[in-house]
């Protein structure tokens, strides 16, 4: 194969020129695998508009250099030598995890082809080219399986990873996750008028109620590198608490989160909230400002205070100062990311339905991680089919069960049901 850096990048992305009599497009697909070429395509790759998980600095400073990744992987179609649409990836050695409701199973080790983002022209036939260029690379024995991440299922490439692949590499049962947004208004007034008139009143009331009932209460916005410290230091004293560190998920203070919170305070990126009840941190909320567009990150309260849905208080302060462009900031979208939630049906003004899909390789090792995933999603999907309308219930509950266990962990004491 070529290499990469060969890639012309002084004229626009290609664009479908073919008239009569004109010779047919000679169109090519190469590869980038090292962090060294990938300054040879910033020109092009800058020129199309991204979202902060495929930029190419939060990839080459976050990414490409957190643990368990290999090298890039981004596979880019030229057409006459002009780069036309580029999918953004990256090579990781580490365990495929698949789970039933919270409960994790145990991982197979394996090697994946990881792709955040698809850039440029992303016609059907492009998209084609792009899902092949995959496929080979897994019968060569690049990777054991690729996952190309938060596709909408409307979307041409998600289509395409699904019906291209043969039965043995194939995805049966993609993991569905909702997707949803906020458009911010310019006013407060606006997101509650959106809402139901009960639930409206009761939210009213509750941030009206707690900082009545806590005089001293107050919010700070942490921005910049100099404040990560105290950022880290008390939000880590909330996310010990809370059901997501039950779980190994959610904001944790180790290399990896500094590392990508650290990007975006030095980027000018960094938004995070933090609501106190006097000097004591009772919930947090943190994201990243990109493009006009707030991306949801990490959130938790101090389940000592849920009765006061601290969570829900710092949530529609910090919407109140989007509207009102604080500090400067001019947020026209919230994203929530993916996963459902009460709090996000109330806010969004719109969502969507994703899938991460997998593509697995022609192989022993691939034909296994298919099965596990496959029999796995089943049972998940069958269960929520099962639980129907108790099953936000049934999740209220576990998710308490996992907030004291991690509470009770956090102070060195073991819960009733431990003993």
Same mark, same amino acid.
């Given at each position: 194969?070529?290499?990469?850096?060969?890639?012309?990048?002084?004229?626009?992305?290609?664009?479908?020129?073919?008239?009569?009599?004109?010779?047919?497009?000679?169109?090519?697909?190469?590869?980038?695998?090292?962090?060294?070429?990938?300054?040879?395509? @910033?020109?092009?790759?800058?020129?199309?508009?991204?979202?902060?998980?495929?930029?190419?600095?939060?990839?080459?400073?976050?990414?490409?250099?957190?643990? /368990?990744?290999?090298?890039?992987?981004?596979?880019?179609?030229?057409?006459? /030598? @002009?780069?036309?649409?580029?999918?953004?990836?990256?090579?990781?050695?580490?365990?495929?995890?698949?789970?039933?409701?919270?409960?994790?199973?145990?991982?197979?080790?394996?090697?994946?082809?990881?792709?955040? /983002?698809?850039?440029?022209?992303?016609?059907?036939?492009?998209?084609?080219?792009?899902?092949?260029?995959?496929?080979?690379?897994? @019968?060569?024995?690049?990777?054991?399986?690729?996952?190309?991440?938060?596709?909408?299922?409307?979307?041409?490439?998600?289509?395409?990873?699904?019906?291209?692949?043969?039965?043995?590499?194939?995805?049966?049962?993609?993991?569905?996750?909702?997707?949803?947004?906020?458009?911010?208004?310019?006013?407060?007034?606006?997101?509650?008028?959106?809402?139901?008139?009960?639930? @409206?009143?009761?939210?009213?009331?509750?941030?009206?109620?707690?900082?009545?009932?806590?005089?001293?209460?107050?919010?700070?916005?942490?921005?910049?590198?100099s404040q990560l410290d105290t950022l880290f230091r008390d939000a880590e004293l909330i996310a010990k608490k809370t059901y997501q560190r039950a779980l190994g998920a959610g904001f944790a203070d180790n290399k990896s989160v500094r590392q990508s919170l650290g990007h975006a305070a030095r980027r000018g990126w960094l938004r995070a909230n933090v609501l106190y009840v006097g000097e004591r941190p009772v919930a947090f909320w943190i994201g990243t400002l990109y493009r006009h567009t707030f991306v949801s990150?990490?959130?938790?309260?101090?389940?000592?205070?849920?009765?006061?849905?601290?969570?829900?208080?710092?949530?529609?302060?910090?919407?109140?100062?989007?509207?009102?462009?604080?500090?400067?900031?001019?947020?026209?979208?919230?994203?929530?990311?993916?996963?459902?939630?009460?709090?996000?049906?109330?806010?969004?003004?719109?969502?969507?339905?994703?899938?991460?899909?997998?593509?697995?390789?022609?192989?022993?090792?691939?034909?296994?991680?298919?099965?596990?995933?496959?029999?796995?999603?089943?049972?998940?999907?069958?269960?929520?089919?099962?639980?129907?309308?108790?099953?936000?219930?049934?999740?209220?509950?576990?998710?308490?069960?996992?907030?004291?266990?991690?509470?009770?962990?956090?102070?060195?004491?073991?819960?009733?049901?431990?003993?």
């Amino acid at each position: 194969m070529k290499n990469a850096s060969a890639v012309v990048l002084s004229e626009a992305p290609a664009r479908d020129r073919r008239a009569v009599g004109s010779p047919d497009p000679v169109e090519e697909v190469r590869i980038v695998r090292s962090l060294e070429e990938i300054e040879s395509i @910033r020109p092009i790759w800058s020129s199309w508009k991204s979202d902060r998980d495929s930029d190419l600095d939060f990839c080459l400073e976050v990414v490409w250099t957190r643990k /368990g990744v290999v090298r890039p992987h981004v596979v880019i179609l030229l057409n006459n /030598g @002009r780069p036309e649409a580029m999918l953004v990836g990256r090579l990781e050695q580490g365990r495929m995890i698949s789970k039933i409701g919270y409960v994790r199973l145990p991982g197979i080790s394996c090697r994946s082809l990881v792709f955040s /983002g698809i850039l440029g022209n992303t016609s059907p036939g492009n998209c084609g080219k792009l899902i092949r260029s995959i496929m080979t690379s897994l @019968r060569k024995g690049e990777a054991d399986a690729a996952v190309l991440e938060g596709l909408p299922l409307q979307c041409d490439l998600h289509r395409t990873a699904l019906g291209a692949p043969g039965p043995l590499s194939r995805d049966w049962i993609p993991a569905i996750r909702e997707h949803e947004v906020m458009v911010v208004p310019d006013s407060i007034e606006e997101v509650y008028r959106r809402m139901s008139a009960k639930h @409206r009143k009761n939210l009213r009331r509750e941030v009206k109620h707690f900082f009545a009932q806590f005089k001293e209460a107050s919010i700070v916005c942490y921005a910049g590198e100099s404040q990560l410290d105290t950022l880290f230091r008390d939000a880590e004293l909330i996310a010990k608490k809370t059901y997501q560190r039950a779980l190994g998920a959610g904001f944790a203070d180790n290399k990896s989160v500094r590392q990508s919170l650290g990007h975006a305070a030095r980027r000018g990126w960094l938004r995070a909230n933090v609501l106190y009840v006097g000097e004591r941190p009772v919930a947090f909320w943190i994201g990243t400002l990109y493009r006009h567009t707030f991306v949801s990150e990490y959130m938790g309260y101090d389940p000592e205070f849920r009765r006061s849905s601290p969570g829900m208080v710092l949530i529609m302060r910090v919407i109140d100062g989007f509207c009102q462009r604080q500090n400067g900031d001019i947020v026209n979208e919230l994203d929530f990311g993916s996963g459902s939630a009460e709090y996000k049906q109330s806010l969004s003004t719109r969502g969507s339905v994703e899938a991460s899909v997998f593509i697995f390789s022609p192989s022993a090792r691939g034909a296994a991680l298919n099965l596990t995933r496959t029999v796995s999603n089943f049972i998940d999907r069958l269960a929520r089919k099962f639980l129907g309308p108790a099953q936000r219930a049934v999740k209220k509950a576990w998710r308490s069960r996992l907030a004291s266990k991690a509470a009770a962990a956090s102070l060195g004491t073991t819960t009733k049901e431990e003993m």
